[in-house]
């Protein structure tokens, strides 16, 4: 596994969680990462991406200001830090790096992706 996306778990309506994209690929530092999310019956869909030097960032409208996201270079790690979630939250959510080293929106711009890591947000 090249890519262990982590932290998900069962919070309340308005919690937080923080999740962690580990990698083991070498070049991993030198890569966009982004975050997407698949819920039941539904597309998978961008949530978040982030250049290789943590510079530039980009969010998807529905988690503007709730959600932050961001890298520790030396322990090859991205995070995503979700705050006030709500149950349209709710997701299995993957972590993926990019072909590039900018934010990439487009799922076919990633070519490694995480197992996903399953986020459920209650009422």
Do not use: H
Not at 8 to 30: H, K
């Amino acid at each position: 596994v090249q890519l262990q996306a982590s932290g998900g778990g069962l919070v309340q309506a308005g919690g937080s969680l923080r999740l962690s994209c580990v990698s083991t690929r070498r070049t991993f530092s030198n890569n966009g990462v982004g975050w997407f999310r698949q819920a039941p019956g539904k597309e998978r869909e961008f949530v978040s991406s982030i250049s290789w030097n943590g510079g530039s960032t980009s969010y998807a409208d529905f988690v503007k200001g709730r959600f932050t996201i961001s890298r520790d270079r030396v322990k090859n790690t991205v995070y995503l830090q979700m705050n006030s979630l709500k149950p349209e939250d709710t997701a299995v959510y993957y972590c993926a790096s990019a072909r590039g080293s900018t934010t990439q929106v487009m799922s076919s711009s990633y070519n490694y992706w995480g197992q996903g890591t399953q986020v459920t947000v209650s009422s």
